[in-house]
């Protein structure tokens, strides 16, 4: 109360107001003497006024806040809260702000600036809310390849988040946009610069993003030349030696080869080998001539072709086989060669030949170790047979020892009893 001498003054909202206030101290029981007062004047100060600015919305790209706080009567402020940092430091008013990577993902920093420096006022606060959106999210799509004979490609971007626009752009020369660059699923028609260049870069730019940064995203479009095949020349093998090694080439804008056949025959070990052996059917050997075509994987799907021709196989026929006498080795030959070859070769034996072993109706000349073997097998075996495989067939010669014959002894007998009784 107002007689205690250390009361505790509480001003009215109109002292604050007007800016001060008279405090009388009068003394009291003070018996034959007269009251005596003194006054103390109280002046009021005003508030410190703290405003931290308004409320933001900036971009997750482009985070950076710019503060814009302000103290009057206090001499500065400071700022806190947020997990960001302040730049130069947090008791610059205007400092800028950078948020966290946790403030950016979950979209939101609220600041707080208290003023400083508040003589006998207490400290004032206010805060601030500052909102971060999602940057956008830009797709181009995926990396295309497409063919020197078909320039025209097909886009399909994506905008989304804070914007649903872009615009393409090329880094090639003389390309266009159809309809225009602004459509999202666009067609670029790439120019003759761009397909001598052998690739294109498309960006495409978001459009309208407000508070945020532009977002681009890139695709590549390669330019495959035209394709080339080369199945190589054309090949003679023989009916029993027909597997042909083939030797095909691709090039351009070719990536695989596959081979196939206008006969029945396989590829070994794949038909996407270049160089892959043709093994030809019996059917392909039977007609002669198969043609093998290599396609090249490519835009224009080019195509070369070799024709493989399969020559008879040759056929040799020694003769049936014979039995001769020991007292006759001179054994006559009737060789046959006919097909890829019409000469041949007898071999085996320890005789001789006459004229001589490349003679198909030649005459064998058994020897002596001949006779004692009592059996020989001679081949006849084709020559100058080109690309086929040897051909032989053989000749079983038996030798029949010679024949012993007994007649008995003489004998005598009388005319009137001649019947003989033999006994060989």
Known sequence: NNSVLNATYTPSAAEITAGFVNLILTTTGNGTCNAVSDTMKIT???????????????????????LNGSVTVASGGIWSGGLGTYNPNNTTLNAVYIPSAVEITQGYADLTLTSTGNGTCNSESDSVHFTITPAPVVMAGPDQIICVDDLHVNLNGYVAGVTTTGIWSSGGTGGTFTPNASTLNAVYNASSADSTAGSITLVLTSTGNGNCLPVSDTMIVNILPTGTANAGPDQTVCGNNANALMSGSIGGGATIGTWSSSGSGIFVPTNTNLNAVYVPSQVDTAIVSVTLTLTANSCNMIQDQMLLTITDAPYVNAGNDITVCVDNLDIPLNGHVSGASTT?????????????????????????????????????????????????????????????????????????????????
């Open 344 to 424: 041949g070769q007898w071999t085996g034996g320890n005789g001789t030949y006459t004229p001589d072993a490349n003679t198909l109706n030649a005459v064998y000349h058994a020897n002596a170790a001949d006779s004692i073997a009592g059996h020989i097998t001679l081949v006849l075996t084709a020559t100058n047979i080109g690309l086929c495989a040897p051909v032989s067939d053989t000749l079983e010669i038996n030798i029949l020892p010679a024949g012993i014959v007994n007649a008995g002894p003489d004998q005598t007998f009388c005319a009137n009893n001649a019947n003989v009784v033999l006994n060989g």
């Open 44 to 66: 009021y100060t005003p508030k410190p006024v703290v405003s931290a600015g308004a409320n933001q919305t900036v971009c997750a790209n482009n985070p950076n806040i710019t």
